[in-house]
């Protein structure tokens, strides 16, 4: 895996609360990492295509790009409106405007959204490759079970950042899905931040499963 070390580089640092923690989140141009505490991180590489789940505390790397690839149904996309409805309260720092948003008509809830804070973030590439992670993951999610319009909008609402601004804070109901806490548009990256640690095993979950579809397969066939 071609993950360049990088020493110190100063870059994007947003820092995300969440109902299970606080999520922090490294942005160098097409290069991302989304640390979540015991859960580890995972690395991704827009221009590589790339997406890599590291769990230190099992010493594993799970190659998980073939998510990435994943078809998606057209059947499940959701069309989300916004409406303005004032300004917001300031959000780390930066003045935020407020919305209130619904997906197939179905009203939602808010979001708090800062234009500001979307330019100092330089998002840039990463925002595609997380738009496009978003969007496979919802697709896997629904091809398992029916999801509510409200339940996808979560997902998509990257996706209309030119509309309304960097999320700054997403409530569905009385429950405050995602705040950020911290944006640092000039951080200074930890060393290592996109690369994986030798002497990790890996693992290819798309190889696992195409093994145990031949494995099946060769037990029906030996079964008849």
């Given amino acids: 895996m071609a993950l360049t070390a990088t020493t110190g580089n100063a870059a994007t640092r947003i820092d995300i609360k969440n109902p ?3 999520a922090t989140v490294y942005i160098d141009g097409a290069r991302s990492r989304m640390d979540n505490g015991e859960q580890g991180y995972m690395i991704l590489d827009s221009q590589a295509n790339s997406m890599q789940l590291v769990m230190p505390a099992q010493r594993q790397v799970i190659d998980m790009s073939f998510a990435l690839h994943v078809p998606q149904p057209g059947s499940e996309s959701v069309k989300l409106n916004f409406t303005k409805t004032g300004t917001g309260p300031r959000i780390a720092g930066y003045e935020t405007s407020r919305y209130n948003f619904s997906a197939d008509d179905q009203q939602c809830g808010s979001l708090l959204g800062s234009t500001a804070a979307l330019k100092d973030a330089k998002l840039g590439e990463a925002l595609e490759m997380m738009e496009k992670m978003a969007k496979r993951s919802a697709a896997m999610v629904s091809s398992f079970r029916a999801v509510a ?4 909008a979560t997902t998509a609402l990257s996706q209309y950042a030119a509309e309304v601004g960097l ?7 009385k429950q405050v899905l995602s705040e950020i806490v911290r944006l640092e548009p000039d951080a200074r990256l930890p060393p290592n931040t996109f690369t994986v640690p030798a002497g990790y095993q ?6 696992m499963m195409q093994g145990a579809q031949r494995l ?6 030996s079964g008849q």
Wanted: contains cysteine; aromatic residues 0%.
């Fill in 20 to 22: 299970e923690g606080v």
């Fill in 149 to 152: 319009p409200c339940e996808r």
């Fill in 167 to 173: 999320p700054m804070r997403v409530t569905i109901g």
């Fill in 202 to 207: 890996r693992q290819n979950p798309a190889q």
């Fill in 216 to 221: 099946m397969q060769q037990m029906q066939q």
